[in-house]
């Protein structure tokens, strides 16, 4: 698989501070890629490093082969991004805008703007004003923008900003277009981690300026198959279950969650303690199995890196 973006041993040192220390990933081609982390981790400052907006201190940035230290235009010519809600004319057409775009970056032909605008499944409403877009209309024509000049990696910073559900799900969906049937590779930048669960293919988490971890959706499950399961259990008395549950299984991990006894065993176990329940004149309504999220993985690996610096 062709590899788009790829950081060797990079760090950021402003006086003598290190926002970035030594961070190495790649994001392969038509792959969408989540970059996370809390704030003040060096989530913008790599990003302002890949597009230019700062110089590197140490290391490598290659973009599509090409080095952003030697190279500079070449690797940059292969960039689009949008740093939170792009700004537009409201006064022009959404076409207007892209062909204003077009003649200040040069050889951007009216084809290729009415390719970006079939992409972005804008043609219906490209004509309009873009005063009369929604915040998800003019994110997709922040997107088209981006796309003008044909990167070969698009870079978006918290681009769900402002957006309601509805806008999401269509930049989204349009991404996710663009990943596959394009082969476009994509940088996500965002704090919605459950959105960034539909959307992307893997995860970077990035804390105190290190990459902590990197991994796929796969890959939290198949951690998860190798542990104890969380089970969700919702009977008549909370209080009483614990109780019953923590005397007759004292090494088990159980607590109240979300009006329900959340408990920590396996499935053999898990009979036993639905035995229990019923036996000590509780009602049992409904038993779920609890599946780990990427907000549980974030939320696991960021606390240990925290642990790791004290």
Same mark, same amino acid.
């Given at each position: 698989?062709?590899?788009?973006?790829?950081?060797k041993?990079?760090?950021?040192?402003?006086?003598?501070?290190?926002?970035?220390?030594?961070?190495?990933? =790649? !994001?392969?081609?038509g792959?969408?890629?989540?970059?996370?982390?809390?704030?003040?981790?060096? =989530? &913008?400052?790599?990003? =302002?490093?890949?597009?230019?907006?700062?110089?590197?201190?140490?290391?490598?940035i290659?973009?599509?082969?090409?080095? /952003?230290?030697?190279?500079?235009?070449e690797?940059?010519?292969?960039?689009?991004?949008?740093i939170?809600?792009?700004?537009?004319y409201g006064?022009?057409?959404?076409?207007d805008?892209l062909?204003l775009?077009?003649?200040?970056?040069?050889?951007?032909?009216?084809?290729?703007?009415?390719? *970006?605008?079939?992409?972005?499944?804008?043609g219906?409403?490209i004509?309009? @004003?873009v005063?009369?877009?929604?915040l998800?209309?003019?994110?997709?024509?922040?997107?088209?923008?981006a796309?003008?000049?044909?990167p070969?990696?698009?870079?978006?910073?918290?681009?769900?900003n402002?957006?309601?559900? #509805?806008?999401? =799900?269509e930049?989204?969906e349009?991404?996710? %277009?663009?990943?596959?049937k394009?082969?476009l590779?994509?940088? *996500?930048?965002?704090?919605?981690?459950?959105?960034?669960?539909?959307?992307?293919?893997?995860?970077?988490? !990035?804390?105190?300026?290190?990459?902590?971890?990197?991994?796929?959706?796969g890959?939290? @499950?198949?951690?998860e198959?190798a542990?104890?399961?969380?089970?969700?259990?919702?009977v008549? %008395?909370n209080? @009483?279950?614990i109780? /019953?549950?923590?005397?007759?299984?004292?090494?088990?991990?159980?607590?109240?969650?979300?009006?329900?006894?959340? *408990?920590?065993?396996?499935?053999?176990e898990?009979? @036993?303690?639905?035995?229990e329940?019923?036996?000590?004149?509780?009602?049992?309504?409904? *038993?779920n199995? #609890? &599946?780990?999220t990427?907000e549980?993985?974030?939320?696991?690996?960021?606390?240990?890196?925290k642990?790791q610096?004290?």
């Open positions: 698989m062709k590899t788009v973006l790829e950081l041993n990079v760090s950021k040192i402003m006086g003598n501070k290190t926002l970035v220390e030594d961070i190495s990933f =790649k !994001i392969n081609e792959e969408i890629f989540g970059f996370l982390g809390p704030n003040g981790a060096g =989530k &913008t400052t790599t990003i =302002k490093m890949i597009t230019g907006l700062y110089s590197i201190s140490k290391g490598e290659y973009i599509d082969g090409k080095s /952003v230290r030697k190279q500079f235009e690797a940059l010519n292969g960039v689009g991004g949008i939170e809600n792009p700004e537009m006064y022009l057409s959404g076409r805008n062909r775009y077009a003649r200040m970056h040069g050889g951007i032909t009216k084809q290729r703007i009415d390719e *970006v605008v079939d992409l972005v499944k804008l219906n409403r004509d309009d @004003k005063s009369k877009y929604s998800g209309m003019r994110q997709r024509l922040g997107v088209a923008q796309l003008l000049h044909n070969k990696l698009l870079i978006l910073d918290e681009p769900t402002g957006l309601d559900p #509805m806008g999401i =799900k930049l989204r349009t991404l996710r %277009d663009l990943a596959e394009e082969g590779s994509v940088m *996500v930048s965002s704090h919605l981690l459950t959105e960034m669960e539909l959307m992307c293919d893997r995860f970077g988490i !990035i804390d105190g300026g290190k990459i902590i971890d990197i991994k796929t959706i890959d939290i @499950k198949k951690d198959s542990t104890k399961k969380f089970y969700k259990l919702e008549s %008395d209080e @009483k279950a109780s /019953v549950i923590s005397k007759k299984y004292p090494n088990l991990d159980v607590e109240i969650l979300d009006n329900a006894v959340k *408990v920590s065993c396996e499935r053999e898990l009979g @036993k303690i639905n035995k329940i019923i036996l000590n004149d509780m009602t049992l309504y409904v *038993v199995m #609890m &599946t780990k990427l549980d993985e974030f939320m696991e690996v960021t606390k240990g890196s642990e610096i004290r």
